[in-house]
C-alpha cells in the first residue's frame, strides 16, 4: 500500500459496524479523519459472525456512508477483531545466536519470536499477535532491544494473543466479500490502546476496558508492554435486558429508558422520581420508580466489574495500576459509571476519548468510537514503523492464508 492511501479502521460491531478513514498529519503525531460511516449491524453478535449474508450487507452499508463522505472507494482496511474465543497466553522462546561473532540481529529476534509460538499447539486456533515483553541475552534478562548486543543465548518472554480459526475465517470471508482487502485483523481493545491512550500511562500501568453491547474487553499495560488481555461475554446489552425483564417493556423502551434515565448509581436518584413509559411509547403504559431502574443497572454493572476485577487478579493488579482505567465503548457513556469504577475498583477511572484526531466530525471523539479510530492509528503506526514495529511485532500470517482460502471458495 502506498503512503498516501489513506488509513480504514473497520470496527465490527455487535450493535454498529463503523469505518473511520482517516490520513497521518505530517511528522505522524496526529490523524486527519477524511470521514466516517456506520451501520446498524445484523449478523455479527460477541464478535462473531452470526449470518454471513446479514454481516456483509451491513459491513458494505457502513463503507458506502463513509465512502459518500470521502468520494474515495475504500479498498483495503485495518480489522478489528473481538469476540470471547479471542485469548491470550504467555510463551517463552529460546535460541543460539547465529552469527560467530555472537552479535544479535533482528532475524535472531525473528527466529525466538517464532520459536515462542511453538508453544501454541491447538491446530484451531490462528495467532493474531506475537507481543514480545522482554528478551534474555544469556543470563541478562529484562533487555527491551537486544538487536546489536552480545551474547550466545537469546530468550523471549511474550504474550500470544490467538482466536479460533473457524471464527477468524468467518470474519475474514465476510469483510473479503465486500471487496475489500484486509491489511491487518488487529483485536481491537489492542487497536483501541493507540488512539486513547498515552505512552506515558502504559509505562505507570493502565487498564483500558471496552464496554460494548455484548462483550466488555479488557487490556492491561505497564512498562510500555501488553501484560494481559481478556474478553468478557457481558455487555451493556445486557443491562437494556435486565431493563426490560424488569419492567416488562420492549427492547426498544428499555433502551430508551437507560439512555434517557439509567444510571448506576440508585444512591443519586429519589425516590419520588419517576419515569412515565407513555412519553416514551404511547403503547406503554404506567409509570416506573427511577430508583429501580438505577437498582438494575446498579446489579448488572457490579456483575461486570467483578469479571474485570477476577482478569486484573489474574496478573496481580486489581487495585494496583497507577494510571487506573480507562473506559470506553458505548457503555462508557452510562450515567455514573466512572464513579462506581472508582469505588469498585479502587483505581482513578475516566471515560478514554479518541486523542490527538483533526476533525470537524464530533462524533469521532465519542468512546464509541474508539477501535475504529484506534484501528486507522494502528495503520499510521505501522507506517511510521520503527520502535514500535518491534514493540508490537504482529503475526499475521493468517491473513495470507486466508486470502488464499477466500479465494478459493469464492471462486
Ligand atoms: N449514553 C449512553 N448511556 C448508556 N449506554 C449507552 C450510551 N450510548 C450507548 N450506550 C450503550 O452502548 C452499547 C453499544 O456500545 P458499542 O457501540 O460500543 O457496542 P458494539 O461495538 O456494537 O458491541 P460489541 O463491541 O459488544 O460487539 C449499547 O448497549 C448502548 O445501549
Ligand atoms: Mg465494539
Not at 514480545?132 to 530468550?155: A, H, Y
Not at 419520588?272 to 437498582?295: C, F, Q, W
Not at 494496583?320 to 469504577?341: D, H, S, Y
Not at 507506517?383 to 479465494?407: E, H
Request: net charge negative; with cysteine; charged share 25%.
Amino acid at each position: 500500500m502506498s503512503r498516501e492511501a489513506p488509513l480504514v479502521g473497520l470496527d465490527l460491531g455487535s450493535t454498529t459496524v463503523r469505518v473511520v478513514v482517516a490520513t497521518p498529519t505530517e511528522g505522524g503525531s496526529e490523524l486527519q479523519i477524511l470521514g466516517v460511516g456506520e451501520h446498524s449491524a445484523d449478523g455479527i453478535s460477541k464478535g462473531a459472525i452470526t449470518s454471513i449474508e446479514d454481516a456483509i450487507s451491513s459491513i458494505s452499508g457502513a463503507l458506502e456512508q463513509a465512502e459518500r463522505m470521502t468520494g474515495v472507494p475504500v479498498t483495503h482496511a485495518y480489522v478489528g477483531i473481538n469476540g470471547t474465543h479471542i485469548s491470550s497466553q504467555e510463551v517463552h522462546g529460546v535460541v543460539a545466536v547465529a552469527k560467530a561473532d555472537g552479535e544479535i540481529r533482528e532475524e535472531d529476534v525473528e527466529r525466538v519470536i517464532e520459536a515462542s509460538q511453538t508453544m501454541v499447539s491447538p491446530s484451531n486456533v490462528e495467532i493474531l499477535h506475537v507481543i514480545p515483553r522482554t528478551f534474555t541475552v544469556d543470563n541478562q534478562k529484562g533487555v527491551k532491544d537486544p538487536i546489536g548486543m552480545s551474547g550466545i543465548r537469546l530468550e523471549v518472554d511474550a504474550q500470544v494473543i490467538q482466536g479460533l480459526t473457524a471464527q477468524v475465517k468467518n470474519l475474514t470471508k465476510c469483510v473479503y466479500r465486500t471487496g475489500v482487502e484486509i491489511d491487518e485483523l488487529v483485536l481491537g481493545v489492542l487497536a483501541a490502546s493507540e488512539a486513547v491512550l498515552t505512552k506515558r500511562q502504559k509505562e505507570i500501568g493502565v487498564a483500558l476496558l471496552n464496554i460494548g453491547a455484548s462483550t466488555s474487553s479488557l487490556m492491561v499495560f505497564e512498562e510500555g508492554d501488553v501484560l494481559h488481555a481478556g474478553i468478557i461475554p457481558v455487555g451493556a446489552g445486557h443491562i437494556t435486558n435486565d431493563i426490560a425483564i424488569g419492567l416488562r417493556t420492549s427492547i426498544d423502551v428499555a433502551e430508551r429508558v437507560k439512555l434517557d434515565f439509567g444510571t448506576a448509581m440508585p444512591e443519586e436518584v429519589g425516590k419520588r422520581d419517576e419515569i412515565n413509559l407513555a412519553e416514551i411509547d404511547p403503547k406503554e403504559s404506567g409509570v416506573v420508580s427511577r430508583k429501580h431502574v438505577a437498582e438494575i443497572i446498579e446489579a448488572r454493572v457490579a456483575e461486570i466489574f467483578s469479571m474485570v476485577d477476577k482478569e486484573l487478579q489474574k496478573v496481580d493488579r486489581s487495585g494496583l495500576l497507577p494510571a487506573g482505567l480507562i473506559l470506553i465503548g458505548g457503555g462508557a457513556k452510562l450515567a455514573g459509571l466512572v464513579e462506581v469504577a472508582k469505588r469498585e475498583f479502587r483505581l482513578p477511572a475516566a471515560v478514554g476519548n479518541p486523542l490527538n484526531l483533526i476533525t470537524a466530525i464530533d462524533k469521532v471523539h465519542e468512546p464509541e468510537y474508539a477501535t475504529a479510530v484506534g484501528l486507522a492509528a494502528w495503520g499510521a503506526a505501522l507506517q511510521r514503523g520503527g520502535a514500535r514495529q518491534s514493540k508490537f511485532s504482529t503475526v499475521n500470517d493468517v491473513i495470507g492464508k486466508l486470502r488464499g482460502w477466500v479465494k478459493n471458495i469464492t471462486s
